[in-house]
């Protein structure tokens, strides 16, 4: 099999080149109403070439077996786009980042560029009919220490109100030819 052409970042995407590459470590969870739990998971960020950067993420069961679960038992999948739109005069660069879940929730993001820190707030979730009831969320990717990238999602659900819901940190295992 022929390895793909190397494809170059889209000169838009530069305000958030340092996401490119896959990424890897753990995380915590929990949500009202839920025990708390770890889990594994790997984020993918790569190029096509055009404005918008492709986004996977797909989460495993850490810990002992609970609810069915056991080591390695998968969890939550999600894929999507970044993209970055120029700030207003002085202001920092604007991401939107579309997102779908295989649990029937498709979310919108929009947020703010500062270094390599993103914060996003949901701008629009939709679901299908026997999709549990998600509101809105927050988002918040950085890099930290070592240079890795941790992440906190909070959650406003089943008329619950926005809290902390996911963190993890990860490492880069591999980066992309873009980055």
């Known amino acids: 099999m022929r390895p793909g052409p190397v494809v170059d970042l889209h000169s ?5 080149a340092f996401l490119l590459g896959t990424w890897r470590g753990e995380g915590v969870g929990g949500y009202e109403g839920m025990d ?13 070439g055009r404005p918008a950067l492709s986004y996977m993420s797909r989460t495993w069961w850490i810990g ?9 038992s ?3 999948t999600e894929v999507g786009f970044w993209r970055v739109q120029p700030g207003d005069g002085d202001g920092p660069p604007t991401v939107e980042v ?10 919108i ?12 707030r949901s701008n629009v979730v939709i679901r299908t ?12 990717y950085g890099l930290v220490a070592d240079g890795d990238l ?30």
């Open 109 to 120: 993001y929009v947020g703010d560029v500062v270094g390599t820190r993103v914060d996003l």
């Open 12 to 16: 838009s995407l530069l305000p958030i």
């Open 150 to 179: 941790a992440y906190a999602i909070d959650m406003e659900a089943e008329g619950k109100p926005l809290q902390s819901h996911l963190s993890a940190r990860l490492q880069r295992v591999q980066p992309t030819d873009s980055s």
């Open 74 to 76: 998968p969890l939550a």
């Open 64 to 72: 002992e077996p609970r609810d069915g679960r056991s080591e390695g």
């Open 36 to 48: 708390g739990f770890r889990y594994g998971q790997e984020i993918v960020f790569s190029s096509t």
């Open 129 to 140: 009919a026997t999709a549990r009831r998600v509101d809105r969320s927050q988002r918040l």
């Open 98 to 107: 579309m997102l779908a879940h295989p649990f029937g929730i498709s979310e």
